[in-house]
């Protein structure tokens, strides 16, 4: 078994911040929302049908893992999210991915959809650092 790579590109937008059971989960470097990115660890997965039933499964559970700790993101922000955004969109990146983000009915693109939008804001190294350690003792 080779050890697990995420693509290239999502170096670029986002940092490493846990391993779960099934995901390496990452955190989108984008201030205006919580973000969370899971990359389910298996080699050659693109599409969800890669993965096998148990694998579907472990991964629904971790998107629902990763909604309830955006929210709690949010609400530690004093920002609490009104609407989770899961998609797995795909068409930039192939490798198999789920985003989970946090809308709030007052951010700046709602109710439009965030992909593919500009405007992003780092995050600054002290919130980076800070939301990095709420997910991992999550």
């Known amino acids: 078994m080779t050890e697990f790579r995420a693509d290239p590109a999502f170096e670029a937008g986002s940092v490493f911040a846990a391993e779960w059971p099934l995901c390496q989960v990452r955190l989108q470097d984008d201030a205006r929302f919580p973000w969370l990115i899971l990359l389910p660890r298996v080699d ?28 709690a993101l949010g609400r530690a922000a004093g920002r609490p999210v009104d609407k ?7 068409n930039v ?28 804001r780092p995050l600054s190294a002290d919130d980076k650092a800070a939301l990095l350690r709420a997910i991992r003792e999550a």
């Not at 997965?45 to 893992?65: I, N, T, Y």
Request: aromatic fraction near 4%.
């Open 44 to 71: 050659g997965a693109v599409e969800l049908d890669d993965l096998s039933r148990d694998q579907r499964a472990a991964l629904m559970e971790e998107v629902v893992r990763a909604g309830e700790l955006v929210r």
């Open 84 to 90: 989770l955004n899961t998609a797995a969109l795909g």
């Open 93 to 120: 990146t192939r490798q198999l991915h789920v985003h989970v983000v946090g809308r709030r009915r007052d951010d700046g693109l709602w109710p439009d959809p965030i992909w593919g939008r500009p405007g992003a």
